[in-house]
């Protein structure tokens, strides 16, 4: 169904993306529910993702995020981001990119305003409401840095299981979920909502759903076409279209 989906593509006027980690995993970037590789395959979550997790050990915590950070700074975009971001720029506005990656690689492609849902690894927060004397400029180095002056710890920008997600990116998202013709799912699971659920928003809504995932994922059954395959193959192929002709 390779060639319908680009013909989905091209007649699309609106499309919504939404990624998950198995699009940066060409880049060397580990995904997490991989049985072999996945980082949750290593770390419980609830340890590593949460802030009751990072208020029992925040040093460990602080310093898995610090390792992850440091990967970044050796990882490049693959070819399914080059191909999303080149699409943006010549789809004229046809494309939202909803992501739950963490890692950067989107917006390092080129694409604009990624709708990022899960935060960002490489910003910084207070953990508790910050006080007059907390400035992240000023924190005291450690493992986690801290306020100097009230003990408060930074945390990594990113949204931890049990927590909300930023309200303006989530309503920016289902609202493409809802109003787009097509979704393109890329590289999740669909394990972890609100995320996965902008995929079933789509559908109800009436879009087509197409999944693009080297394994069997839990939007499979709602999809109406699963190409089987990595993103940074398949990508290319079915974003390479013409961009269409808008009605005069
Ligand atoms: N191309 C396409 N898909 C791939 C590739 C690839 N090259 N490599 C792996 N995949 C698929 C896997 O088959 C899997 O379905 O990517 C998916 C990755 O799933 P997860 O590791 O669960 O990542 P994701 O779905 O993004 O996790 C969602 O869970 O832990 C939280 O906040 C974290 O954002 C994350 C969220």
Redesign the pocket.
């Given at each position: 169904p390779l060639d319908e989906v680009r013909a989905w593509v091209r007649d699309a006027r609106r499309i919504a993306v939404l990624?998950?980690?198995?699009?940066s995993?060409?880049s060397g970037v580990p995904?997490?529910?991989?049985a072999q590789t996945?980082?949750?395959a290593q770390f419980n979550?609830m340890e590593m993702?949460s802030e009751t997790g990072f208020r029992a050990q925040p040093a460990r915590v602080w310093d898995w995020y610090a390792h992850r950070r440091g990967l970044l700074a050796g990882v490049q975009p693959n070819a399914?981001h080059r191909a999303l971001a080149a699409f943006a720029q010549h789809g004229r506005g046809r494309l939202t990119l909803i992501t739950?990656?963490?890692d950067g690689l989107h917006q390092r492609s080129g694409s604009p305003d990624v709708l990022c849902?899960?935060g960002d690894l490489t910003a910084d927060r207070w953990l508790d409401r910050p006080r007059a004397c907390c400035d992240l400029a000023h924190a005291a180095p450690g493992h986690p840095p801290r306020c100097p002056t009230c003990g408060n710890l930074v945390r990594p920008g990113?949204?931890w299981?049990g927590e909300a997600l930023p309200l303006p990116v989530l309503a920016a998202a289902q609202q493409a979920a809802q109003s787009c013709e097509l979704m393109l799912v890329?590289?999740?699971?669909?394990?972890?909502y609100p995320?996965?659920g902008l995929a079933h928003q789509a559908r109800h809504a009436g879009a087509r759903v197409v999944v693009?995932?080297?394994?069997?994922?839990e939007l499979d059954g709602i999809a109406h076409a699963v190409l089987r395959?990595?993103?940074?193959?398949?990508l290319p192929l079915l974003l390479d279209g013409p961009p269409m002709v808008e009605a005069p």
């Open positions: 990624t998950g980690a198995g699009i995993a060409e995904t997490f529910r991989d996945g980082y949750w979550p993702a399914g739950q990656n963490v849902l899960h990113v949204v299981f890329v590289g999740t699971a669909g394990a972890v995320a996965a693009v995932n080297t394994a069997a994922s395959g990595s993103a940074a193959r398949l």
